[in-house]
C-alpha cells in the first residue's frame, strides 16, 4: 500500500483525488459498451435475456421467475443463526426507515389560500441485488425495507443466475426475499436486469417499473446512468471505497482490518487513510501485513489495497485531514479520532460517517440499522444514500378560494404580461367576469 505525504500542499478537491485517483473505470465508455445489450433486451426480449446469461452466468437461467415453492425451499433451508441475523438486521433497518419517514405540511397563506406539500410513494421499484464475488442478502433488505416502509405498491427482484445452484439466484437471496414477503423474483443479472426493469418483458410477464435501485458493478451503474428518464434510478452505486480519518489515538491494528474489509469486496475497492501521525501511518503498513496474509481473500485484497485508488495519506494537522475527507467525498467515512462527533460536525461529504472504534463501517453493511446503498466516486458532494426518501415524492397541493385568488389577480396578470402571456392572466380574469 503506497505512501502519499501531502504535507506542505495546499488541499484542493482537484488536488485530493489527483493525488488518490479512484480505479481506472470509465463509466462513459461502460455506457458505450453495453448500448447493444441494452437495446437487444428491448428488443428481443427473453431471448437476449438468456444469450446474456450463458455468455456471462455460464448457466440457463429459465424459467426467469423464481416461484413461490422455491422461495419457501430457500427459506426452509436456511441456517436458523443467520436466520435470525437477517431478521434482526430487517427490524433494525426498519426502524431507522419509520423514524425518517417525512411528515406532509399544510401551510396558509391568508384566508382561504393554502398549499398543502405531501409524499406519495413510487407505484413500482426494481431491486437489484448483485451476485458475482459474493452473496448479499444484506442487499436484499436495504433495498426492500425502505421500500415497503414507503409504501411502495409493487416489489420486484433481480439478482444474477448462479451455475452452482441451477440457474436461480442464491439460495440465501431467495430465502431473505422470502422472510421480507417479496414474491416477484427474478433470475437475472447485470446491466440485462436494469433493462428487463425499464422495458419489461412480456414473455416472462415482468412489467416495467417506474424507479431501479440497488449496487452493482460499473455497468449495472452504466446500465442506469444510459436508462435514466425512461426509469429514475437511486444513484450510480459503484465499487465500494473507505476513508479513514485518524490521529494519535486511534488503534493502528483496527484501522488495518477495516480498509481490508472493504478492500475485499473487489480489486478496484479504494481503501485510504488519511493522518498527520506519521508513527500511525507506520504502524498501519506494518498491521496490514499480517492481516492481509490470513484474510480468505488475500489476493482480492493485495490488489485493491496496491492500486492507484488506495493509499495511506499524510498531511500537516487533523484540520488539514478533515479538508482531504470533505474533497474527497467517500462514500464510507471512518473517524478514528479523541472527538469523532466534533470531527463529523465539520465534514458534510460523506455517504455514511462511522465515530469512532466501535462502529465500524462492516456494522453499517448488517447490523446498524443504516442503509448501506450509498453514493461513490464522490457523489456523496450532491447525492445521499438509500432510504425511504429515495421511494418517495413530494407534491404540491394548491387550494385557493375565490376571496383569495381575487386578493392576488392584479399580481399574477402582471407577472403574465411581464412575461408576454397574456393568456396566464386571462385565466384569471375569465373566473371574475
Known amino acids: 500500500m503506497r505512501l502519499v505525504d501531502l504535507r506542505g500542499t495546499t488541499l484542493s478537491a482537484n488536488a485530493v483525488n489527483k493525488a488518490v485517483p479512484r480505479a481506472e473505470l470509465d463509466i462513459t465508455l461502460a455506457v458505450q459498451q453495453i448500448q447493444p445489450l441494452l437495446d437487444d433486451v428491448r428488443d428481443r426480449g427473453s431471448d437476449a435475456l438468456v444469450d446474456v446469461a450463458l455468455k456471462f452466468d455460464k448457466v440457463d437461467p429459465r424459467p426467469f421467475f423464481v416461484t413461490r415453492d422455491e422461495l419457501?425451499?430457500?427459506?426452509?433451508?436456511?441456517?436458523?443463526?443467520?436466520?435470525?441475523?437477517?431478521?434482526?438486521?430487517?427490524?433494525?433497518?426498519?426502524?431507522?426507515?419509520?423514524?425518517?419517514l417525512p411528515v406532509g405540511q399544510t401551510v396558509e397563506l391568508a384566508s382561504g389560500a393554502k398549499v398543502q406539500q405531501r409524499w406519495q410513494p413510487v407505484e413500482s421499484v426494481g431491486l437489484y441485488v448483485p451476485g458475482g464475488k459474493a452473496v448479499y442478502p444484506s442487499s436484499v433488505i436495504m433495498n426492500v425495507v425502505p421500500a415497503q416502509v414507503a409504501g411502495v405498491g409493487r416489489l420486484a427482484l433481480?439478482?444474477?443466475?448462479q451455475a452452482e445452484f441451477g440457474g436461480r439466484p442464491h439460495p440465501t437471496v431467495l430465502a431473505t426475499a422470502n422472510l421480507l414477503g417479496v414474491t416477484e423474483v427474478y433470475s437475472i443479472g447485470g446491466p440485462a436486469a436494469v433493462a428487463a426493469f425499464a422495458f419489461g418483458v412480456d414473455s416472462i410477464?415482468?412489467?416495467?417499473?417506474?424507479?431501479v435501485t440497488g449496487p452493482g458493478n460499473i455497468f449495472v451503474a452504466a446500465a442506469k446512468r444510459a436508462l435514466r428518464g425512461r426509469i429514475g434510478i437511486d444513484s450510480e452505486a459503484g465499487t465500494t471505497e473507505i476513508l479513514i480519518l485518524a490521529d494519535d489515538s486511534a488503534d493502528a491494528r483496527l484501522i488495518a482490518f477495516d480498509l481490508v474489509?472493504?478492500?475485499?469486496?473487489?480489486?478496484?475497492?479504494?481503501?485510504?487513510?488519511?493522518?498527520?501521525?506519521?508513527?500511525?501511518?507506520?504502524?498501519?503498513?506494518?498491521a496490514l501485513d499480517g492481516v492481509v496474509e490470513v484474510t480468505t481473500n488475500s489476493e482480492r485484497v493485495k490488489t485493491s489495497l496496491g492500486g492507484q485508488q488506495s493509499a495511506i495519506v499524510l498531511v500537516d494537522d487533523l484540520d488539514a485531514?478533515?479538508?482531504?475527507?470533505?474533497?474527497?467525498?467517500?462514500?464510507?467515512?471512518?473517524?478514528?479520532?479523541?472527538?469523532?462527533?466534533?470531527?463529523?460536525?465539520?465534514?458534510s461529504n460523506a455517504g455514511a460517517i462511522f465515530l469512532g472504534k466501535y462502529s465500524p463501517v462492516s456494522l453499517g453493511d448488517y447490523m446498524a440499522g443504516s442503509n448501506h446503498v450509498l453514493p461513490t466516486g464522490e457523489q456523496a458532494r450532491f447525492g445521499a444514500g438509500l432510504g425511504v426518501h429515495t421511494f418517495l415524492r413530494a407534491q404540491q397541493l394548491v387550494d385557493y378560494n375565490q376571496d383569495a385568488l381575487a386578493a392576488v389577480a392584479q399580481k399574477v396578470r402582471d407577472f403574465a404580461n411581464a412575461e408576454g402571456l397574456s393568456g396566464h392572466g386571462d385565466a384569471i380574469t375569465a373566473r371574475f367576469n
Open 72 to 100: 419457501d425451499s430457500a427459506e426452509q433451508q436456511l441456517d436458523p443463526q443467520l436466520r435470525e441475523a437477517i431478521l434482526e438486521s430487517i427490524e433494525r433497518v426498519r426502524q431507522v426507515s419509520a423514524a425518517n
Open 158 to 161: 433481480a439478482s444474477p443466475a
Open 205 to 211: 410477464g415482468l412489467e416495467p417499473v417506474a424507479l
Open 261 to 286: 474489509s472493504q478492500a475485499e469486496h473487489d480489486e478496484a475497492a479504494a481503501a485510504v487513510l488519511v493522518t498527520h501521525s506519521e508513527y500511525l501511518a507506520k504502524e498501519v503498513l506494518a
Open 321 to 347: 485531514g478533515r479538508r482531504f475527507a470533505n474533497h474527497y467525498a467517500t462514500e464510507h467515512l471512518e473517524i478514528h479520532t479523541e472527538n469523532p462527533q466534533s470531527d463529523a460536525a465539520l465534514i
